[in-house]
């Protein structure tokens, strides 16, 4: 009897006794091909003897440091990491835990920051539907899964939200991808307009939206177009890139090809890579220096905020990125996984949808290819996909409510860096049986 609070009160899932490299082995000797590094966390893959002998060495040195009285030297030169690699204006980060927390973070900067500026009345958090922002209550409140948020719908404050960029699912037929990333952005023009721009702190947006949608990338000049709005009325732009961020798509920030700057972004999966958890708020020096020039001090913080193991670890995690080519790898091995992708499913009758970029790929399922009708909800289709594949022994990232939240099912695929041809090869060839397998049951 387990006495673990599982994600699942009606399941318990294998024990993993080892990971090493791109696979997981469970308790029974069984091998995975982590195919979607778990929830696209493990860039580096798992087991990197130089992450591990960075978190020994920190852990011997200083194990934990209260960032109230102490600055640490793997906080330091983490942050000087980020901001030369990110470039774009990046110029002060604040370590968080996670992900959510990094969210939940970024939203209450903003606020303040607008206080700071003298625009109290700024509060309000505009954000998409058909995202995701993360689990505790402030991050969820602004995020547009419908499944995450139900139980918790009466907790949550009330939020307003903009259409989504998502060419396949919402363009008029015969409009272009230009014209539907303009239309999609000027959605944000109008909100603004309707609230008030004195009354807006900020936007916030996945640059390429992750689990909610499965890896959609916005239109052509969608992004130039939110910047514009955002600079024109004063609010500031928040940039999720908690899954798509840290090289994930290729450049360490995946705005950076959109051409546009973020006021704030957030970062964590590829940040530490699943060795420690870790999460970081990063802005430009314009935010930070409206705290500078004000009050001086964020109403804000965590006990394990820029734990000095954890940020040993993320910088280990960014030096062997460094050291291996792994950016380039990424845009590489990327290509590599499209082809194969759109070699197998490209006319397969159940497939509606190849979509993503870099390494964050992502198939939409379909009932009908000429209609794009998804499958029914109750077929939980994308979740008997994942466990098929468990039994051909890849992990893959299942994800349903694609369309609106209820209907909809797609995979997602974020491999480590370094994955190989013969791994993409594997994992494809899986996948393949896995969705054939599910639908015929």
């Given at each position: 009897?387990?006495?673990?609070?599982?994600?699942?009160?009606?399941?318990?899932?294998?024990?993993?006794?080892?990971?090493?490299?791109a696979y997981m082995v469970d308790a029974n000797g069984?091998?995975?091909?982590?195919?979607?590094g778990g929830a696209a966390v493990?860039?580096?893959?798992?087991?990197?003897?130089?992450?591990?002998?960075?978190?020994?060495?920190?852990?011997?040195r200083v194990d934990y440091a209260h960032s109230g009285a102490f600055t640490t030297d793997p906080a330091e030169r983490l942050a000087e990491r980020i901001c030369t690699q990110a470039g774009l204006g990046v110029e002060k980060v604040y370590f968080v835990g996670s992900g959510s927390e990094a969210v939940e973070t970024a939203i209450k900067m903003a606020r303040q920051c607008q206080i700071e500026r003298g625009q109290p009345n700024r509060h309000i958090v505009i954000s998409r539907r058909q995202s995701y922002h993360g689990n505790t209550l402030g991050a969820l409140a602004r995020s547009g899964n419908e499944g995450r948020r139900v139980p918790y719908a009466p907790m949550l404050p009330e939020r307003t939200q903009v259409e989504p960029c998502f060419y396949f699912r919402h363009a008029y037929p015969g409009e272009t991808p230009e014209a539907y990333g303009r239309r999609a952005a000027d959605t944000l023009e109008d909100e603004i307009q309707r609230l008030g721009?004195?009354?807006?702190?900020?936007?916030?947006?996945?640059?390429?939206?992750?689990?909610?949608?499965?890896?959609?990338?916005?239109?052509?000049?969608?992004?130039?177009?939110?910047?514009?709005i955002c600079d024109r009325h004063g609010v500031l732009l928040i940039l999720d890139e908690v899954m798509c961020g840290v090289h994930r798509t290729g450049p360490f920030l995946a705005c950076a090809n959109e051409g546009i700057a973020p006021d704030i972004v957030?970062?964590?999966?590829?940040?530490?890579?699943?060795?420690?958890?870790i999460g970081a708020v990063a802005c430009s020096a314009a935010v930070h220096d409206s705290f500078a020039q004000g009050s001086g001090g964020f109403v804000h913080g965590f006990t394990y905020m820029a734990h000095p193991v954890c940020c040993a670890a993320a910088l280990a995690v960014q030096?062997?990125?460094?050291?291996?080519?792994?950016?380039?790898?990424?845009?590489?091995?990327?290509?590599?996984?499209?082809?194969?992708?759109?070699?197998?499913?490209?006319?397969?009758?159940?497939?509606?949808?190849?979509?993503?970029?870099?390494?964050?790929?992502?198939?939409?399922l379909v009932e009908n290819r000429e209609t794009n009708l998804p499958f029914a909800p109750t077929r939980r289709l994308a979740q008997r996909i994942g466990a098929e594949a468990a039994a051909c022994g890849l992990m893959v990232y299942p994800g349903?409510?694609?369309?609106?939240?209820v209907a909809g099912d797609h995979i997602l695929l974020a491999p480590p860096y370094n994955v190989t041809d013969e791994q993409i090869g594997f994992a494809v060839d899986a996948l393949h049986r896995a969705i054939d397998a599910a639908i015929r049951a």
């Open positions: 009897m387990s006495h673990v609070f599982h994600r699942s009160a009606h399941v318990t899932p294998p024990a993993a006794i080892r990971a090493e490299g069984r091998r995975y091909l982590d195919a979607s493990s860039c580096i893959g798992h087991g990197d003897p130089r992450v591990v002998a960075a978190v020994a060495d920190q852990m011997a721009a004195e009354n807006v702190a900020a936007f916030l947006a996945e640059t390429i939206v992750g689990a909610t949608t499965g890896a959609a990338a916005a239109a052509p000049g969608y992004f130039t177009r939110i910047r514009e957030t970062l964590a999966k590829g940040l530490g890579g699943g060795y420690l958890p030096d062997v990125i460094a050291a291996d080519g792994l950016a380039d790898s990424v845009v590489r091995q990327g290509a590599v996984l499209q082809a194969a992708l759109c070699d197998r499913f490209g006319q397969h009758a159940h497939i509606g949808d190849i979509r993503g970029r870099g390494l964050l790929w992502a198939v939409e349903s409510g694609t369309v609106d939240g």
